[in-house]
Structures are given as structure tokens and as C-alpha cells.
């Protein structure tokens, strides 16, 4: 029986990456952006507490114009946004993303 499922999504991971490593070489241009939705409260995830709990579930994030210190992974990336003016840095588990789109 061939997984279907599991080679796509093992797919889609591969190109979310090349587009994380795209954005961290070359940054991106004055239109585009990157939309991201994860589950927050995966184990593997990083966040501080007040994140947590204004997101207890899910949150979308949107890597435009402010991002720092963008590392990609194996099994994770982490970024530096502003939330409210206050630099944060978070760490997002691969397997917490629900979806992403620019």
C-alpha cells in the first residue's frame, strides 16, 4: 500500500523549508509575506508565557517586514517577531503547522 498522505506531507515540509531558507538567504521584497498558522500549545513549541495564553490553541504569524534571527532546523525554526513592540523569540515545531501561504 503506498502512503500517499505521508509522502505529501513529508513533500510539503521539504518545500516550507526551502521557503524559510529562501527568506533567511535573500529576505523578501516589499509585497510578499509569509502566513503561518501552528497549534501553540505542541509540546515541542517554544513560547513565552503571555503568548501561551493569549494563544492557548493556535495562532497564525506573518513573516514580512520586522523578522530576526531567522535558524531553520531538522525538526524546528525559530524567529525573533514583534508582538505589541516587544521582541520575541519563538520556536515552531514542524509537526504544530497547520498551514501556511503567502
Known amino acids: 500500500m503506498i502512503e500517499y498522505q505521508k509522502i505529501l506531507d513529508k513533500n510539503i515540509l521539504n ?11 535573500n529576505g523578501l521584497s516589499d509585497n510578499n509575506h509569509l502566513y503561518i498558522t501552528f497549534f501553540t500549545n505542541h509540546e515541542n513549541n517554544e513560547l513565552t508565557n503571555w503568548l501561551k495564553q493569549k494563544y ?3 495562532m497564525t504569524i506573518v ?29 515552531i515545531d514542524y509537526n504544530s503547522i497547520i498551514s501556511f501561504a503567502d
Open 56 to 58: 492557548p490553541d493556535e
Open 15 to 25: 518545500v516550507f523549508k526551502e521557503i524559510l531558507i529562501n527568506i533567511r538567504d
Open 63 to 91: 513573516i514580512q517586514y520586522e523578522f530576526y534571527d531567522l535558524e531553520i532546523n531538522k525538526n524546528n525554526f525559530s524567529i525573533s517577531l514583534s508582538f505589541n513592540n516587544i521582541k520575541t523569540n519563538i520556536k
